[in-house]
């Protein structure tokens, strides 16, 4: 576990709260990544860990979030030689986890679990393709398949397992993902055909406050 600090992730955050929306006219309410943090924030404070039942809050700010990206700009790292890169936020060390996830083009993440209450995915550049499975045991049954362009989704244990990638070959993606709590390992499978073949991955990131980790 990283040690990061309350103030570090606050410095990653400190710009204006609230800018007009470009499209007024289709939502009205629009919020910075700073207003989306202390939403975040404001509901660990108060509950000490999110909550199911503050999921619909979570989920509101995750959609009003305008997906700037001149404020996104210093966690959006891409890395050629990686599938996609992990770039944290924000975060508490124990309730939640927020971070970008760049994806290249063509490139998908394992299917993998999710050892917390849930994960939140909001859109933010191209398109992801997200496919849902079922372990029945012996293999990893296809559940769904679904392009995602816009919006935000939730995923949990309770619902499967997933992988997520950018099946484009043209446009590089971008999803922010908010992690309740935050987790130190998933299990991966490789092999949808046998469910018995499981791996650990250990959690890193790429980026930390929008500087390299390693
Ligand atoms: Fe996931």
New binding site residues.
């Given amino acids: 576990m990283s040690t990061i600090t309350r103030s570090a992730k606050r410095k990653a955050t400190e710009e204006e709260t609230t800018r007009p929306s470009k499209r007024s006219h289709v939502q009205t309410k629009k919020i910075t990544l700073k207003k989306l943090v202390d939403t975040i924030e404001r509901v660990v404070e108060e509950n000490s860990k999110i909550p199911l039942e503050k999921m619909d809050e979570i989920k509101q700010a995750l959609m009003d979030y305008d997906g700037n990206m001149d404020e996104l700009k210093r966690y959006s790292q891409f890395d050629a030689s990686r599938n996609y890169t992990r770039n944290l936020i924000a975060t508490d060390n124990e309730a939640y986890a927020l971070m970008l996830l760049c994806w290249n083009k063509g490139k998908y993440?394992p299917i993998?679990d999710?050892p917390s209450d849930g994960?939140w995915?909001r859109h933010i550049q191209g398109t992801v393709n997200e496919v849902r499975y079922q372990n029945n045991g012996k293999e990893l049954v296809e559940s769904s398949n679904m392009m995602i362009s816009e919006g935000v989704s939730f995923?949990t244990d309770a619902l499967g397992l997933?992988?997520?990638g950018n099946p484009s070959q043209q446009v590089d993606a971008i999803t922010l993902?908010l992690y309740a709590p935050p987790y130190d390992k998933c299990k991966l499978w490789f092999d949808p055909s046998d469910a018995t073949k499981v791996s650990t991955a250990v959690s890193n990131f790429y980026t930390e406050y929008g500087e390299l980790t390693n």
């Fill in positions: 993440s993998h999710h994960c995915v995923m997933h992988k997520i993902h």
